[in-house]
């Protein structure tokens, strides 16, 4: 019913910026919330940002202050703005969406569609 492409990953330098995108097709008007997540090779997937459908956002502490989640919804797009990156952002991201109502959206067992992901490399 809902699928997600996420694009905009590459490589960077350190101190380097990437915009990721997070397209949606398919019956979207109801979601609760658009997250997106990262794993590193050898490390669980880990909650790096969340917006709610009322437009409220969340950062995990290892990004806030740097990455900027935002979406429009003309577009159908929820984008990740990430901003002086680190080697320790290299992971695969990946854009997840949930219809359920919940008190934790940080968990990736919140949500019920998930794009492919993007590799974000950041390196000298």
Excluded at 14 to 33: D, I, K, V
Excluded at 39 to 53: D, F, L, N, T
Excluded at 56 to 82: C, E, P, W
């Amino acid at each position: 019913q809902v699928q997600l492409v996420e694009s905009g990953g590459g490589l960077v330098q350190p101190g380097g910026s990437l915009r990721l995108s997070c397209a949606a097709s398919g019956f979207t008007f109801h979601y609760y919330a658009i997250g997106w997540f990262r794993q590193a090779p050898g490390k669980e997937r880990e909650g790096v940002s969340y917006i709610i459908s009322d437009g409220h956002t969340y950062y995990a502490d290892s990004v806030k202050g740097r990455f900027t989640i935002s979406r429009d919804n003309a577009k159908n797009t929820v984008y990740l703005q990430m901003n002086s990156l680190k080697p320790e952002d290299t992971a695969v991201y990946y854009c997840a969406s949930s219809y359920s109502g919940s008190y934790n959206y940080i968990d990736p067992n919140e949500y019920d569609y998930w794009g492919q992901g993007t590799q974000v490399t950041v390196s000298s």
